[in-house]
């Protein structure tokens, strides 16, 4: 339980991160931190527990952003479902894999909110079309292993941390 309040807080980071900082970078596409942690959580987590969180994080996007409600929500709930299958089917620590899964996740994910922009009607949406989705899903991927290498960090010195303190008998007095 600890660790889902760990990756909620990280996941509000990223997207105050992502909708402040990174808009001060010139361009049109951004990098999309919170689908990041929801592939990471697909990799290391159940998909019960990464479900709900990927539902949050996506929630939380889904307010931000003023767009239709649920699009968030429902593209990184199918991405982390779709994480969890290839996770338990290959071998993901290599940094090449890791760009090549993000980067197709991101698209993956960029599709997802072109169709249902284009099933809701309102298809022009300043800045969203297939060619911004790629430049977004190759920066995506670029950045991908240097954020999964700091969430495999700080993930082991938690577990270490939560192992000493439940292990004390004495839990998080």
Known sequence: MKDFFFFLLCGIFSLVLQTTVFYLIPGTFHVDLILIIVVYLGFTRDVAWGGVLAFCLGYM??????????????????????????????FTKHPMFIFFLVF????????????????????RVEG????NV?????????????VFALLRRVDATMAKFLSKKTTEGRGWY
Request: charged fraction near 10%.
């Open 134 to 146: 790629l430049l977004q899903a190759a920066a995506t991927g670029l950045i991908a292993p240097f």
């Open 128 to 131: 969203l079309d297939v060619g």
């Open 61 to 90: 996007m889904d307010i931000g952003s003023g767009g239709i409600p649920g699009t968030f929500s429902f593209s990184k709930f199918i991405v982390l479902l779709i994480t969890a299958t290839v996770a338990k089917r290959f």
């Open 104 to 123: 197709l996740f991101s698209l993956m994910d960029g599709l997802i909110m072109l169709g249902i922009l284009r099933i809701q009607g309102t298809w």
